[in-house]
Every structure is written in C-alpha cells, then in structure tokens.
C-alpha cells in the first residue's frame, strides 16, 4: 500500500484501536456514574427529594451527582426548612406543584404561610436553574430546558411525598395523594 490508501486505512486502524481502547477502559469503570441531560435531571430530582424529605446530613447533600455552589446551598436550605413546611403540608394548606413549586391551597391561611412559600419557591427556582446548567443545558438552552426541570422535579416532589398530601396538577385541580 502506498500513498492515500496508506494513509486511510492507518487512519481507519487508529481510530479503531482508540474506540476499543476507550472501550476497555470504560468497562473497567463500573462504580463511575456519569448523568447528563435528561437522566441527570431525573436522578437528581429523585435524590434531591429523597434527601430533602428525609433530612439527609449534609455529607448525603455533597454526594450528590451535581453539587457544589449554590445548587448545594438551595437544596441544603430547602432540607433545612422542611421541618416548617411539613406540619402545612399534613395540614393541606399547601401542597406541591407540578411544576415543581409549592403553593397556597386553603386561600384563610394566607398570611401564615406567605413568607415561607415565598423563601421555599425561590429555592426551589434556583435549584431548576442550578441542576439545568449543572446537567449541561445552561447558557442558550436553559429557557427551553427549564420546562423539563420543572415537571421532572415536581413529579419527584409529588411521588415521593407522604399520603394525604395535596398537589396542585397541570390543569390547575387539586389532587389528594
């Protein structure tokens, strides 16, 4: 062989040892988990959740896929303010959203309840927009990707929720767990 052909079949034969090579090594990976886009959001509204409602330590938090910064932040004070929306929750004057948020479902307790809906859902912002940008839909497509977020963790937030908790659906209508 000669010339271009030479060339392209050296070319050809790199390529595959560098796909084989890549290959055994990933195998020899198995404890490594590696989430992005669509996975990555799923697993960490399952674990964010998970650790929020079971007022996980903060080495559970740092363990997470994605942390650091202020994802970490929003979801350690979501875990430490918990324990203040939980009795309003049994008490089905607020319940989870959808969409990810928490929201006013008996309108008499208003005043009781504004300052710490308020605090939960601007936590609960910053954690869609930190988790997006962490799964690598930041930048450009974190306006489109949000939406995504949003219903991925409400779904988490409404799942592994205790029974008899309210959640708020997409048409607007209350629903009993």
């Known amino acids: 062989m000669s010339g271009p052909i ?3 079949v050296t070319h050809v ?3 595959l040892l560098g ?3 890549a290959a055994l090594l990933l195998s020899a990976c198995g404890n490594i988990e590696v989430y992005t886009g669509a996975g990555g959001t799923k697993v960490e509204a399952q674990k964010v959740a998970a650790l929020v409602y079971a007022q996980a330590p903060d080495t559970e938090i740092d363990r997470l896929p994605y942390s650091g910064g202020d994802l970490t932040r929003a979801i350690k004070r979501l875990r430490d303010r918990y324990p203040q929306l939980k009795p309003w929750l049994d008490a089905g004057v607020i319940g989870n959203t ?7 479902r008996d309108t008499t307790r208003r005043e009781q309840v504004r300052d710490l809906l308020r605090a939960e859902n ?4 910053l954690l869609l927009n930190q988790a997006s940008i962490a799964v690598g839909h930041g930048g450009e497509d974190l306006d ?5 977020a949003s219903h991925t963790f409400g779904t988490e937030w409404i799942k ?3 029974p008899g908790w309210w959640w708020l659906n997409e ?3 209350w629903m009993q767990k």
Request: charge should be positive; charged fraction near 25%; proline fraction near 3%.
């Open 19 to 21: 796909a084989g090579a």
């Open 98 to 104: 959808a969409s990810g948020f928490v929201a006013l």
């Open 6 to 8: 030479n060339a392209a």
């Open 144 to 148: 489109i990707w949000l939406p995504y």
């Open 122 to 125: 601007r936590d609960r912002a």
């Open 13 to 15: 034969l790199r390529r």
């Open 171 to 173: 048409k607007r209508q």
């Open 160 to 162: 592994q929720g205790r």
